[in-house]
């Protein structure tokens, strides 16, 4: 028996809302997607006239969704945003060539200016090059720090003020997992915003925070949107997987526990006299950073200097501790 | 009743291809006999019938993995009973992976 959609326009609903419960149809399900994104944007006063934005852009799922959406936003609702795109080649044989292409895709489909930084270029090590040297444990940290890093380059480069992601609820939910697991309180206070700022670095904004993956699938679905869709070759190794199996079995008993995680996290309150590291600058690349060199300059001293291995965790249990 | 095959399309995206040598699209011809073809009892087949390796990554216990989203028709799997829908011929049921980077 077809269930008709909820807001009684009269049409057939083609899926169940993980968030609201509700059942929609296609033409109402984009509707609400595409407010809430909006919503996200204004209330959280993400952005503001005639700014650059650089967009985050690796041929996935939830930045080709986040491409579409801000372009579809900006000329409905006038933001008067420009925006480009902004991709980040690892250096990963197999997964980033391939994605790369859908990226090139996206730039002609949405018609924005598209810039390509690579770590070769930026570092002179590629993450291939980076998991002979380190292993397959650890590989994810040095990605993280360099990729966050470049992309701040690279929209210094085209003269952004600020950067958009696509990371989304489940994404966010499960850093906040990621975070208490690991005791890592500085990131707790942090990772819920829906922008992160700090002195000297541009601020990153996530407007998709509230999006659940399944309705940024079935938005990408229904839009017809391509996207190229491979795990990266080391993600299995990745501790985060560990909270995402946890996550989607949570997820299956009861929907809302992703809204539900991100609520607690944003209302954490932490205990005064904690210590949290103080904003300065690195001693080798001048980028913002909590220690005399940044997380990046360290870990490249380490893989140039072939002591990575040990580097690695000796390093992150220092950054934690101060 | 006419046939003795029910006939349907089976599509897989989002990555869950590869675990099904990179075909996308798998018209299914089912047997049909005493026992009632659902969702279910469709998943378990595939798990059979069309995969030698890593069964894991696409079934657990009596349904997909989570993180697999399931459409028939271009319809919901939550909005039809999930595991419980009953096939008729000539559905398309997607199956589609959302467990990637992004």
Same mark, same amino acid.
């Given at each position: ?322 | ?19 099904? @040598? ?5 018209? +299914?011809? #089912?047997?049909? &006999?005493?026992?009632?073809?659902? $969702? ?21 216990? @009596? ?5 697999? +989203?399931? #459409?028939?028709? &271009?319809?919901?799997?939550?909005? $039809? ?22």
């Amino acid at each position: 028996m077809p269930v008709s959609c909820t807001t009684n326009c009269g049409r057939k609903a083609i899926l169940r809302r993980p968030k609201t419960g509700t059942s929609l149809c296609k033409e109402c399900f984009f509707d609400a997607f595409e407010t809430e994104v909006h919503h996200t944007i204004t209330s959280g006063k993400l952005f503001y006239p005639r700014q650059l934005v650089a967009i985050g852009a690796s041929g996935g799922k939830d930045s080709t969704v986040l491409a579409y959406v801000m372009k579809f936003l900006n000329d409905k609702y006038d933001y008067k945003l420009n925006l480009m795109l902004l991709s980040i080649d690892e250096g990963i044989t197999g997964y980033r060539d391939d994605s790369l292409n859908t990226v090139k895709e996206n730039k002609n489909d949405y018609q924005l200016p598209l810039k390509i930084l690579s770590y070769q270029n930026l570092y002179g090590w590629t993450m291939d090059r980076v998991v002979e040297e380190v292993g397959k444990k650890n590989n994810c940290t040095f990605c993280g720090v360099f990729r966050r890093q470049a992309l701040e380059r690279g929209a210094v480069m085209m003269g952004a003020s600020c950067i958009a992601t696509g990371h989304n609820a489940d994404d966010i939910a499960e850093t906040v997992l990621m975070n208490i697991m690991r005791g890592d309180v500085a990131r707790l206070g942090r990772c819920c915003a829906a922008i992160t700022s700090s002195d000297g670095a541009l601020p990153r904004v996530k407007p998709l925070k509230f999006c659940y993956e399944k309705e940024i699938v079935m938005y990408a679905y229904f839009r017809k949107l391509k996207y190229f869709s491979t795990e990266c070759v080391y993600a299995p190794n990745a501790y985060r997987g560990h909270a995402r199996n946890f996550l989607k079995e949570l997820e299956r008993i009861r929907p809302s526990v992703i809204m539900d995680i991100i609520h607690s996290g944003e209302n954490l309150v932490f205990q005064t006299g904690i210590k949290t590291p103080q904003q300065g600058t690195c001693s080798s690349c001048g980028h913002v950073s909590s220690q005399e060199l940044c997380q990046a300059c360290t870990l490249l001293l380490s893989l140039n200097e072939g002591k990575a291995k040990q580097g690695v965790s000796k390093k992150s249990h220092k950054i934690r501790s101060t | 009743m006419g046939s003795g095959s029910l006939k349907i399309s089976v599509h897989f995206g989002g990555g869950a291809e590869i675990l099904f @040598d990179n075909l996308k699209q798998h018209d +299914l011809e #089912l047997p049909l &006999d005493n026992g009632t073809w659902n $969702l279910k009892r469709l998943i378990a087949w595939i798990r059979d019938n069309k995969m030698k390796s890593k069964q894991e990554l696409f079934v657990k216990d @009596d349904s997909v993995r989570p993180g697999i +989203l399931v #459409l028939v028709n &271009d319809t919901d799997w939550d909005l $039809l009973g999930q595991t419980d829908y009953e096939l008729c011929d000539g559905d398309q049921v997607h199956f589609i992976s959302t467990l990637h980077g992004g």
